[in-house]
């Protein structure tokens, strides 16, 4: 969306965790960078709903993950298989970056969003906004 010349992002508290608001905020970017044409007003709305375009939003997610975290550094590194807390938390200081994202991106791929509850941020969004 578009407010004169200048990009409008817009993003929920859906899932009100750190992983899911970086991820977001980066996929969002990612639209913007890879799609928006700036002489017209684009819109983009991500969407559950079948029959949305999956081709842009595949996109978007790969720019979100290899932004937040470089995609070499994450296939070369033992993270991906970690077990423990600890090892998230030393990887994400190692690389500059919080644990949620670290955390977020391993639950993900894992299809397991049991593990690392507590390094996610859940509730941690609200808080930062004041609401």
Known sequence: MLDGDTPVIGLTLRFDRLDNFWFVLMHEL??????????DAVAFFDSDEIGVEKGKESEADNFARSTLIA?????????????????????????????????????????????????????????????
């Open 30 to 39: 990612g639209h913007l960078v890879l799609h928006a044409q700036f002489d």
């Open 71 to 131: 995609d070499e550094k994450w296939k070369t590194s033992l993270v991906r298989f970690a077990k423990s807390p600890d090892a998230v938390k030393s990887f994400a200081t190692a690389n500059g970056l919080s644990p949620a994202i670290v955390a977020g991106r391993i639950r993900r791929e894992r299809n397991d969003f049991t593990i690392f509850s507590e390094l996610v941020g859940q509730g941690s969004v609200r808080r930062q906004f004041g609401f």
